[in-house]
């Protein structure tokens, strides 16, 4: 079992920054794909950005050229610097984290969510 633990989230101003951490924690053999999710009010979770072990990257069009994700696989941690915030950026963010487990001999790949973060971007 993993458990995702974000922070750095809060409230600023348009244009403003922050930045996101997700720490993994607890029995896994490997972490692979780690990534973060958003929904904001009355809107489906949606794919933010994701990163690979390899640190491989992928980002949603409308975030691309604001936020960079990164990772620093000695902690097994994620991050989300985001820059350049906008109103439509309000949403609750999450963590996501695909790992390796060993049950019974075999390796088994599981997904976690964590708990989610606030963001309120104001204008």
């Known amino acids: 079992q993993v458990q995702l633990v974000e922070s750095g989230g809060g409230l600023v101003q348009a244009g403003g920054s922050l930045r996101l951490s997700c720490a993994a924690s607890?029995?896994?053999?490997?972490?692979?794909?780690m990534g973060w999710h958003r929904q904001g009010p009355g809107k489906q979770r949606e794919l933010v950005a994701a990163?690979?072990?390899?640190?491989?990257?992928n980002y949603a069009d409308s975030v691309k050229g604001r936020f960079t994700i990164s990772r620093d696989n000695t902690k097994n941690t994620v991050y989300l610097q985001m820059n350049s915030l906008k109103p439509e950026d309000t949403a609750v963010y999450y963590c996501?984290?695909?790992?390796?487990?060993?049950?019974?001999?075999?390796?088994?790949?599981?997904?976690?969510w964590g708990q989610g973060t606030q963001v309120t971007v104001s204008s």
């Open positions: 996501n984290a695909d790992y390796v487990e060993v049950d019974r001999l075999r390796l088994m790949t599981r997904s976690h």
């Open positions: 607890g029995s896994f053999f490997r972490m692979n794909d």
């Open positions: 990163i690979s072990s390899g640190g491989i990257t």
